[in-house]
């Protein structure tokens, strides 16, 4: 069973301050696991953490996992901006970026960020937008094909498709590349890929871990490039839905260091560092959309209408994505009763879940939509006027805290041209 990381009572507490719809994160939460996750790569002196800042743009976030030793995973120009606001600098932003525009390779190398190119024609237009070669460099790997891990013992399969995928530089282009970036001036390479999204194995990076050493091997010994680190970036996911099993974060660390030392140690490489571009894991689950259930409307299906929509909670109306969903105080009731649970877009797919079985609900009731701590407020957007709503910290001392005020009408008027 998912289990709020509230009380009914703290949430009505709550809404006499922040009136609903409105994100809600959990300090204690987040602080426990990014402890966990650096205590799995622990025995890689290197390890560090570059949180994707595209999955919760929120500089009292990052702050928290900054003073966790994580440092930031930036792909535009403004989330750079956000970055070196919050205080990080130098090496501990990455810039993963893709079709990258030039002024975002002139701040990327201004603030000192680790540059990852997504492209072989990238290493031109970096030299000819900044004038030189930075002399650390990363470089992005796409194997092509399919990737793809067998059902795991719990029977959950991994499948992608990074043949189809836009990023990255074929094996080919990556050779030539670090020959390229080592004659214009490069001293010092990472390597990066993303091969699956939200998996939920615990072979995903031992497997990704392999093929990346491996091609480091084969790359250090045709290219002689000094190989510094190797970037796993993201994909480890989270269990959206109750049954599915949790990703074990300390498995995950060992299987790494495995074929780390079965592959790096060997070849006189035991000194490179593993980062991770981690953005879901960190942060889904530590976060929940509170919303009120403002409408019934009985028609050829059961609906509850709730004051949130798809413009605060995107993936059940772009993914079908699964988030589930508590009645606040009817936790223990049986889910006797079947509803669509609905936003106010003038868009079909504006529902948080279809035929979901849940108590029965009453008007008024106070609903959690869990693990929204990721890819959640931050992919919300303006369409049918609707406006974004605020962010709240629960602090570790059971305080709140508004860490993003709502938008008011101001703010969506405010780039107009009347
Ligand atoms: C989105 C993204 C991540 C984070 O992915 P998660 O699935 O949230 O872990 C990491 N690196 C890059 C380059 C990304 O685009």
Sequence with gaps: MKKPFVTLEQLQEMTKTYPTPFHLYDEKGIRENARKLKAAFAWNPGFKEYFAVKATPNPTILKILHEEGCGTDCSSLTELMMADRCGFSGSEIMFSSNDTPAEEFVLAAKLGATINLDDFTHIDFL???????????????????????????????????????????????????????????????????????????????????????????????????????????????????????????????????????????????????????????????????????????????????????????????????????????????????????????????????????????????????????AHGFSMGYNYNGRLRSAEVLLKEDGSTELIRRAETPDDYFATLIW
């Design 127 to 373: 030299k000819d937008t900044i004038g030189y070669i930075p002399e650390t460099i990363s470089c992005r790997f796409n194997p092509g094909g399919t990737f793809s891990i067998g059902a795991s013992e719990e029977g959950f399969q991994v499948m992608d498709n990074p043949g189809e995928a836009k990023y990255g530089f074929t094996r080919e282009q990556l050779f030539e590349g670090f020959k390229k970036l080592k004659a214009m001036g490069a001293k010092h390479f990472g390597i990066h890929a993303f091969l699956a999204s939200n998996t939920l194995s615990n072979e995903y990076y031992p497997i990704l871990a392999g093929i990346l050493f491996q091609l480091a091997v084969d790359l250090k010994k045709e290219t002689g490039c000094d190989i510094r680190f190797i970037n796993l970036s993201g994909g480890v996911g989270v269990p959206y839905r109750p049954e599915q099993p949790a990703n074990d974060i300390a498995a995950i660390g060992e299987g790494v260091r495995k074929q780390y030392e079965a592959i790096l140690t060997p070849a006189g490489m035991g000194d490179v560092a593993i980062f991770t571009e981690l953005g879901r894991f960190m942060l889904a689950p530590y976060g929940h959309l509170v919303t009120k259930a403002t409408h019934f409307k009985h028609t050829y299906k059961e609906y509850v209408g709730v004051d949130a929509c798809a413009a605060n909670l995107m993936r059940p109306a772009m993914y079908g994505a699964y988030h589930h969903i508590t009645v606040m105080g009817k936790e223990n009731a049986p889910c006797d009763h079947k509803y669509d649970v609905t936003g106010s877009l003038c868009e079909n797919n504006d529902k948080f879940a279809v035929d979901r079985m849940l108590p029965e609900i009453d008007l008024g009731d106070l609903l959690v939509i869990h693990d929204t701590g």
